[in-house]
């Protein structure tokens, strides 16, 4: 882990309402930024919900979902229809994300 982010750390704002996930391995920090930029695939959320075999689990799933399209909407960060033009492993990531129908978020640029 301490491999994974700038400073060996996760980085807070000097308020510590934020935190900054700066990452530093091959790639740019393509790991740090594709899992906070990827939708959870609606397969996994699905498994998550059956597995809790319970009416709170789906409920939960449903709540996280409606937590995501707040932030979302206050991040400014849209839904994307299609595909952008990526680089070669980034496109491995949109396909992999594409392959069940879902979609990848994007910042207002």
């Given at each position: 882990?301490?491999?994974?982010?700038?400073?060996?750390?996760?980085?807070y704002?000097?308020?510590?309402?934020?935190?900054?996930?700066?990452?530093?391995?091959?790639?740019?920090?393509s790991?740090?930024?594709?899992s906070?930029?990827?939708?959870?695939?609606s397969t996994?959320?699905?498994?998550?919900?059956?597995?809790?075999?319970?009416q709170?689990?789906?409920?939960?799933?449903?709540?996280?979902e409606?937590?995501?399209?707040?932030i979302?909407g206050?991040?400014d960060?849209?839904?994307?229809?299609?595909p952008?033009?990526?680089?070669?492993?980034?496109?491995?990531?949109?396909?992999?994300s594409?392959s069940?129908g879902?979609?990848?978020?994007?910042?207002?640029?």
């Amino acid at each position: 882990m301490n491999q994974l982010y700038e400073s060996g750390e996760m980085l807070y704002t000097l308020d510590g309402k934020k935190l900054l996930l700066a990452g530093t391995i091959v790639g740019g920090g393509s790991a740090v930024n594709w899992s906070t930029s990827i939708k959870t695939p609606s397969t996994v959320l699905t498994e998550w919900a059956i597995n809790q075999r319970s009416q709170r689990g789906r409920d939960l799933v449903e709540s996280r979902e409606e937590g995501n399209r707040k932030i979302l909407g206050l991040l400014d960060v849209d839904i994307v229809p299609v595909p952008l033009i990526h680089t070669h492993g980034v496109n491995g990531t949109m396909n992999w994300s594409h392959s069940g129908g879902d979609t990848v978020m994007a910042p207002h640029g």
